[in-house]
């Protein structure tokens, strides 16, 4: 099993920038693939970004390319995405996921899910 937990949700005005952190714990973070997915109300939960077991190599979604950085330290089990140059759509559930063996957007290939954070962009 793994655990992650979520946190650095929270109210920022349209243009601002957050930072989230996933905190894993349980199995060898290393050996997992990550991803932040997020969900608005009424909609999909929707890929946000990847990143590799290593951080050699990172995927984003359409919608946050150019704005969002994925990172992670495997030092510390953990797990980032710097958010910048937020709007009013980013408003939503932001979840971190781990991935055994695969990489990428494909919410169904993920094991292990947070809770979630809330994300809200003001206009």
């Known amino acids: 099993q793994v655990q992650l937990v979520e946190s650095g949700g929270g109210l920022v005005q349209a243009g601002g920038s957050l930072r989230l952190s996933c905190a894993a714990s349980?199995?060898?973070?290393?050996?997992?693939?990550m991803g932040w997915f997020r969900q608005a109300p009424g909609k999909e939960r929707e890929f946000v970004a990847a990143?590799?077991?290593?951080?050699?190599?990172?995927s984003y979604g359409d919608s946050v390319k150019g704005r969002f950085t994925i990172s992670r330290d495997n030092a510390k089990n953990t797990v980032y995405l710097q958010m910048n140059t937020l709007k009013p759509e980013d408003t939503a559930v932001y979840y971190c996921?781990?991935?055994?063996?695969?990489?990428?957007?494909?919410?169904?290939?993920?094991?292990?899910w947070g809770q979630g954070t809330q994300v809200t962009v003001s206009s």
């Open positions: 990143v590799s077991k290593s951080g050699g190599s990172t």
């Open positions: 349980g199995r060898t973070f290393s050996n997992y693939n």
């Open positions: 996921a781990a991935d055994h063996f695969s990489f990428g957007g494909r919410r169904s290939t993920y094991d292990y």
